[in-house]
């Protein structure tokens, strides 16, 4: 049953007294308590996502998420939908093979720098005229040498980690450990599966939600064939009906850390469920909806169940969500006062040329900004980086770039010219040496987009990180809006 304390009350003649929070936009922060009554008679909804972290998950993470699973197993249910998409991902290279795999991968990228130090110390003896110079020949091979014996113990690290994490017996499912687990403890809390009649009604549903931005889902018919995109809005079907029969608060837990599912954090506010979301399922079935990441749920069960859960299992899930925490508080915090500053420079540079169709605003501003943020970013321990032609500021591993959008609000999807020189920038697959305190290849874009005017001032501010998928084409997989 949804909370009785969040409905409107009578007044005894049929008129409903509301309050503060009665009111379709109006939310609650959720309290330990909240999450403590979730545990004991909520509907707790795993989606694809929390059980294949099982697979990839280093052998602490996955034994304490375990150790919560089997604490909150009397309240788990799991969407059919859900079970579906995880035999499909299961079997994937990245999923069962993930440790091995990154092991792989990081090894390569050693060798490779390795490579790539060594030929530009050959370049430099030739370049410099030392070829023949036995002496200096002698003295750059052995620092050679001491760099090739350290990367090569660091290799030895990385592969023992990795057949340290690596699950043994997943080729079998008699013998896949997680499998071994799950089966017992979801056994009759599996959601009954669509009809053929009624699942490719919902695919048609979703794709008209998407098509009005409707959540959740709609993100994924960006790069994503209709049957599979659907995915999200069949997950949510079955959860709403499904609450709808049992009567009971849901609690969805998920990494999927998109916009179609939550209203991102801000540098005030903490993420939460789309409104959208909220009201759907209060209307349709009655009930509240709560949303917890897996590392928020490892955390909150820990404390509710004085759990010994190893602080690394949380950090190592939040390591792979973007809701805890895109971007820290602090970057946050001197991107808003960066943007703010830099207004209002660019509003004296307005205000002096007295010019109002072709003021000089736009471009004072761009310029101002990328001053401001360089002077805090270095005040604070960072760096300056080039891409192209244009220095940006950068600190742990976060690259700022700035741009001055039209439009207020976040979007999926941005490409220019200039996004293409930070693609090549922070591209890990670039062969360059950078000596300096960031290293390029693990440089994380953040995206600043920004719109601003001398007549309305400021109208928004988001800061996004993601991927590139094309030359200067970035598409964004988490925001934060902090105006």
Not at 12 to 17: D, P
Not at 33 to 39: A, G, I, S
Not at 107 to 133: F, M, N, P, Q
Not at 295 to 314: H, N, Y
């Given at each position: 049953?949804?909370?009785?304390?969040?409905m409107p009350?009578?007044?005894?003649?049929?008129?409903e007294?509301?309050?503060?929070?009665d009111c379709?936009?109006?939310?609650?922060?959720?309290?330990g308590t909240?999450?403590?009554?979730?545990?004991q008679?909520?509907?707790i909804?795993?989606d694809?996502?929390?059980?294949?972290?099982?697979?990839?998950?280093?052998?602490?993470?996955r034994?304490d998420?375990?150790?919560?699973l089997?604490k909150?197993?009397?309240q788990i249910?799991v969407?059919h939908q859900?079970?579906?998409e995880?035999w499909r991902?299961?079997?994937?290279p990245s999923?069962?093979?993930h440790?091995?795999a990154?092991a792989?991968t990081?090894?390569?990228a050693?060798d490779?720098?390795y490579r790539?130090l060594s030929?530009?110390?050959?370049?430099w003896l030739?370049d410099?005229?030392l070829?023949a110079d036995d002496?200096?020949r002698?003295?750059?091979?052995d620092?050679?040498?001491?760099?090739?014996n350290?990367l090569?113990?660091?290799k030895q690290?990385?592969?023992?980690q990795?057949?340290?994490?690596?699950?043994?017996?997943?080729d079998?499912t008699?013998?896949d450990?997680v499998?071994l687990?799950?089966e017992p403890m979801?056994?009759?809390?599996?959601?009954e599966p669509?009809?053929p009649?009624?699942?490719?009604e919902?695919?048609?549903e979703?794709?008209?939600?998407a098509q009005?931005?409707?959540?959740?889902?709609?993100?994924?018919?960006e790069?994503?064939?209709?049957?599979?995109?659907a995915?999200?809005?069949i997950?949510?079907?079955?959860?709403?009906e499904e609450a709808k029969?049992?009567?009971?608060d849901?609690l969805?837990?998920t990494?999927d850390?998109?916009?179609?599912w939550?209203?991102?954090r801000t540098?005030q506010?903490a993420?939460r469920?789309?409104?959208?979301?909220?009201n759907?399922l209060r209307?349709m079935?009655?009930v509240?909806?709560?949303?917890?990441?897996p590392s928020?749920?490892?955390?909150?069960?820990?404390?509710?169940?004085?759990?010994?859960?190893d602080e690394?299992?949380?950090?190592?899930?939040?390591?792979?969500?973007g809701v805890a925490?895109?971007?820290?508080a602090?970057?946050?915090r001197?991107i808003?006062?960066?943007?703010?500053?830099?207004h209002e420079r660019a509003?004296a540079?307005?205000?002096?040329s007295g010019?109002?169709?072709r003021?000089?605003?736009?471009?004072?501003?761009s310029?101002?900004?990328?001053?401001?943020l360089?002077?805090?970013?270095?005040a604070m321990?960072?760096t300056?980086?080039?891409?192209?032609v244009i220095?940006y500021?950068a600190i742990?591993n976060?690259v700022l770039?700035?741009?001055?959008s039209?439009v207020a609000g976040?979007?999926?999807?941005l490409?220019?010219?200039?996004l293409?020189a930070?693609?090549e920038?922070a591209?890990?697959?670039q062969?360059?040496?950078d000596?300096?305190d960031?290293?390029?290849g693990?440089?994380?874009?953040v995206?600043?987009r920004?719109?601003?005017s001398?007549?309305?001032?400021?109208e928004?501010?988001?800061?996004?990180t993601?991927?590139?998928t094309?030359?200067?084409?970035?598409?964004f997989q988490s925001?934060v809006r902090?105006?």
């Amino acid at each position: 049953m949804g909370n009785v304390d969040d409905m409107p009350v009578s007044d005894g003649e049929g008129v409903e007294r509301r309050g503060i929070f009665d009111c379709d936009d109006a939310y609650k922060t959720p309290t330990g308590t909240d999450f403590k009554r979730l545990f004991q008679s909520g509907m707790i909804v795993l989606d694809t996502n929390v059980l294949i972290n099982l697979y990839r998950s280093n052998g602490g993470t996955r034994r304490d998420t375990f150790a919560v699973l089997r604490k909150l197993k009397s309240q788990i249910w799991v969407p059919h939908q859900v079970l579906s998409e995880f035999w499909r991902n299961r079997d994937l290279p990245s999923v069962k093979g993930h440790h091995r795999a990154k092991a792989r991968t990081v090894c390569g990228a050693i060798d490779k720098a390795y490579r790539s130090l060594s030929d530009a110390t050959d370049r430099w003896l030739a370049d410099v005229h030392l070829e023949a110079d036995d002496a200096a020949r002698k003295r750059i091979g052995d620092y050679g040498e001491g760099i090739r014996n350290l990367l090569d113990g660091m290799k030895q690290f990385i592969e023992e980690q990795a057949e340290n994490d690596a699950l043994d017996g997943t080729d079998s499912t008699h013998t896949d450990p997680v499998l071994l687990q799950l089966e017992p403890m979801l056994f009759g809390r599996i959601g009954e599966p669509l009809t053929p009649q009624g699942h490719a009604e919902a695919v048609e549903e979703a794709k008209r939600r998407a098509q009005e931005g409707i959540p959740p889902g709609y993100a994924d018919y960006e790069e994503k064939p209709d049957e599979q995109a659907a995915g999200d809005y069949i997950i949510w079907k079955q959860v709403i009906e499904e609450a709808k029969r049992i009567g009971r608060d849901v609690l969805l837990v998920t990494g999927d850390i998109k916009e179609d599912w939550w209203t991102p954090r801000t540098a005030q506010t903490a993420a939460r469920p789309r409104a959208e979301l909220r009201n759907e399922l209060r209307s349709m079935a009655g009930v509240e909806l709560f949303m917890l990441t897996p590392s928020q749920l490892l955390a909150e069960a820990s404390s509710a169940f004085k759990l010994q859960v190893d602080e690394r299992s949380v950090s190592d899930l939040a390591s792979r969500e973007g809701v805890a925490e895109i971007i820290p508080a602090d970057i946050c915090r001197v991107i808003l006062e960066s943007i703010e500053a830099s207004h209002e420079r660019a509003m004296a540079v307005h205000e002096v040329s007295g010019l109002k169709e072709r003021s000089p605003y736009n471009v004072a501003i761009s310029a101002a900004l990328r001053e401001e943020l360089s002077d805090r970013v270095c005040a604070m321990g960072g760096t300056i980086v080039r891409a192209g032609v244009i220095e940006y500021p950068a600190i742990r591993n976060f690259v700022l770039v700035p741009h001055k959008s039209p439009v207020a609000g976040p979007s999926a999807r941005l490409t220019s010219q200039r996004l293409r020189a930070v693609q090549e920038l922070a591209d890990p697959s670039q062969e360059t040496l950078d000596f300096g305190d960031e290293s390029s290849g693990n440089l994380v874009p953040v995206v600043i987009r920004y719109t601003a005017s001398p007549n309305s001032g400021i109208e928004s501010v988001v800061a996004g990180t993601g991927r590139f998928t094309g030359a200067g084409q970035f598409d964004f997989q988490s925001n934060v809006r902090l105006l």
